[in-house]
């Protein structure tokens, strides 16, 4: 899936706002920084269950001598031509202004799905000025106030309903295929090793390396055969703090990457060993999950560290201390330079896809789980107790189980991470989030 949703305008509108409220308590790539107007940030959100990828621009000025300005022009123009859906913000209390005029021609030359959205619509009498928009010339025109939220459900199910790809949940669409190769992408940080590993594994210098972090600049596919398994093999830029960020083109980078972790099945994130696990590297780990993909954690550069006895366990609890709860990944130590275990890194890869793709029958399902249930049952809440009945895996791109039950709001979150856990225990899941949905019986 690789749905991205725009939200573009002049400074001050209230982008970021939004923003937050559309990722809000999510792990973005980058942690929303309120009054840098400079600054890209990108997150993961979903209306209804429909997942989208969202990116808060820099506000847009025209004719400005500042450098900042003129790079987030640039950007906006690249964000507007790789985005899916855009969302136009405006000011309603301010009404229409020149630089909205201005944007407006750079949107219908775009060719996308726009919708003004006038916020600070904070009472039915400011709703009153929507109608000024009218002028702009676009039909989709949205009132909300995106400090509160209101008007943001109705914009949003309009919003869904333009996105190319509606792909929900633990649901299979019914033009849903099954790729004809599965696609593995290597992903992190610049200056990593991923350019290094992909001319290692294909034995050609396919992609340009230097000692320069950011010389990938684009997401570029290989096929690769291994293991009787044949594969598209992703290599991606470098995914960098937004206060990294400073070229167009490393913005529209940035962007790329994140559509190849979104059309992957698995992602090998590569740290750097001498760097350690950074928040970073957490942040493009967060969003792996977010997407629901398969991933392996290839920690390159081990031959530069000075070991000790326990070094390689120190760095391995460190890591999935800062992972949970979901640490059942691979985590494999090696060295690009050295070849030393790159090979299992792309074993361990296509297990993870395997895994990824694992059919539990019901039967098999319902003879682990009912038991165990009925053992340690979920802990009453507020005086009621939950029984759960029937356990079955849903269809879709990755592994997702519906507990039903008498009582599905009642069960609490310990008690599906204990289920979870099982889960994991009895069937092979290693290296691939999953999803436990409780419904009415």
């Avoid at 000025?61 to 450098?67: G, P, R």
């Avoid at 940080?189 to 396919?206: D, Y």
């Avoid at 081990?302 to 709860?325: C, G, M, V, Y």
Wanted: glycine content about 6%.
């Amino acid at each position: 899936m690789s749905n991205i949703v725009a939200i573009v305008g002049r400074p001050n509108v209230g982008k970021s706002t939004f923003f937050n409220r559309l990722a809000g308590g999510r792990n973005a790539i980058v942690d929303p920084t309120s009054g840098v107007t400079r600054d890209r940030h990108y997150g993961k959100s979903d209306w209804n269950g429909v997942e989208f990828s969202v990116i808060d621009t820099g506000g847009y000025v025209d004719n400005s001598d500042d450098v900042f300005e003129g790079e987030i022009k640039k950007q906006v123009m690249l964000a507007i031509d790789e985005a899916d859906v855009i969302l136009f913000m405006v000011d309603i209390k301010e009404g229409v202004t020149g630089m909205d005029e201005d944007m407006c021609v750079m949107l219908r030359r775009a060719k996308k799905p726009v919708f003004v959205v006038a916020n600070k619509a904070d009472n039915y009498k400011s709703l009153d000025d929507i109608h000024d928009f009218h002028k702009l010339g676009f039909e989709k025109l949205y009132g909300i106030s995106a400090m509160s939220g209101s008007g943001t459900g109705e914009l949003l199910d309009d919003v869904v309903k333009e996105l190319p790809e509606k792909y929900i949940p633990g649901e299979l669409s019914e033009n849903t295929e099954e790729p004809t190769l599965p696609k593995i992408a290597i992903v992190g940080r610049p200056n990593a090793g991923k350019s290094s590993l992909v001319n290692l594994l294909l034995g050609t210098e396919r992609t340009i390396v230097t000692p320069e972090p950011g010389t990938t600049r684009d997401s570029t596919h290989s096929h690769y055969k291994y293991f009787d398994l044949e594969f598209q093999l992703i290599d991606t830029a470098g995914i960098r703090k937004k206060s990294k960020v400073s070229e167009n083109i490393e913005f529209y980078s940035v962007m790329r990457a994140i559509r190849s972790i979104e059309s992957s099945d698995v992602c090998i994130l590569m740290v750097d060993a001498e760097r350690g696990f950074e928040a970073q590297d957490l942040n493009i780990f967060s969003l792996i999950e977010k997407n629901h993909k398969g991933v392996v954690i290839l920690v390159n550069k081990w031959d530069l560290i000075e070991k000790q006895t326990n070094t390689h366990k120190q760095f391995e609890e460190d890591i999935r201390s800062k992972l949970a709860p979901f640490a059942d990944v691979p985590i494999i130590f090696t060295s690009v330079l050295t070849k030393q275990r790159v090979y299992k890194a792309v074993e361990s890869a296509v297990e993870v896809f395997r895994n990824r793709s694992r059919k539990i029958t019901t039967s098999q399902l319902n003879d682990f789980f009912l038991p165990l249930i009925g053992a340690l049952p979920p802990p009453a809440w507020k005086g009621k107790f939950v029984r759960i009945k029937f356990v079955t895996q849903l269809p879709g791109r990755y592994p997702a189980f519906a507990f039903f039950c008498n009582l599905p709001q009642y069960v609490r979150e310990p008690y599906k991470r204990f289920l979870e856990n099982k889960l994991r225990e009895q069937f092979n899941f290693s290296g691939v989030p999953v999803e436990i949905f409780f419904r009415q019986k």
